[in-house]
T-cell receptor, first 114, second 113 residues
């Protein structure tokens, strides 16, 4: 069965600092991988996705993520965080075949301090 | 293109009542999935509809049901509400459900008193 682990419940970074949010997944094959962001009281916005090909994927708002098969990881990075990046971030895994539903991690809440 | 829309955005019900939530997918999208988000359980998959048929179902009791119409709009119904049903209910649409990217609506926040 698929599962996703986001080890960091809450991260605080200074504005302008770099950011890395961790995501580890469990899946029998290479899954589809996603990062979503959720602002308070809002739905989920897709930041980026990995289906196949280049393991370093670029997303919106300056985010990128790297798929590492050997580590079963899909960490999200941003070189310089902006105050508007404060939100909750969810990593999700989807199966390549069969049911079209996503399994989400528990999320990482990002606080940005000036 | 308009995004996924959900109505109502907020809802207050009492225990034992039933509720119906609505989701309109992105134009051209035929797959609609529903998720429940709570502080304790996080984001959990409820069910997915494609071409008016439930194609996949999560691990929720039968009180949770849904349907999809010919225009791909979907409704979710919860009967005999319990306090624990208080949550943000998110709807997501994708083109045809073949492991395509899912786009989420803003959600309906349900409070059960």
């Amino acid at each position: 069965a698929q599962s996703v682990t986001q080890p960091d419940i809450h991260i605080t970074v200074s504005e302008g600092a770099s950011l890395e949010l961790r995501c580890n997944y469990s899946y029998g094959a290479t899954p589809y991988l996603f990062w979503y962001v959720q602002s308070p009281g809002q739905g989920l916005q897709l930041l980026l996705k990995y289906f196949s090909g280049d393991t370093l994927v670029q997303g919106i708002k300056g985010f990128e993520a790297e798929f590492k098969r050997s580590q079963s990881s899909f960490n999200l990075r941003k070189p310089s965080v902006h105050w508007s990046d404060a939100a909750e971030y969810f990593c999700a895994v989807g199966a390549r075949e069969g049911a079209n539903n996503l399994f989400f991690g528990t999320g990482t809440r990002l606080t940005v301090i000036p | 293109k308009a995004g996924v829309t959900q109505t109502p955005r907020y809802l207050i019900k009492t225990r034992g009542q039933q509720v119906t939530l609505s989701c309109s997918p992105i134009s051209g999208h035929r797959s609609v999935s529903w998720y429940q988000q709570t502080p304790g359980q996080g984001l959990q998959f409820l069910f997915e509809y494609f071409s008016e048929t439930q194609r996949n179902k999560g691990n929720f009791p039968g009180r949770f049901s849904g349907r999809q119409f010919s225009n791909s709009r979907s409704e979710m119904n919860v009967s005999t509400l319990e306090l624990g049903d208080s949550a943000l209910y998110l709807c997501a649409s994708s083109i045809d459900g073949s492991q395509e990217t899912q786009y989420f609506g803003p959600g309906t926040r349900l409070l059960v008193l």
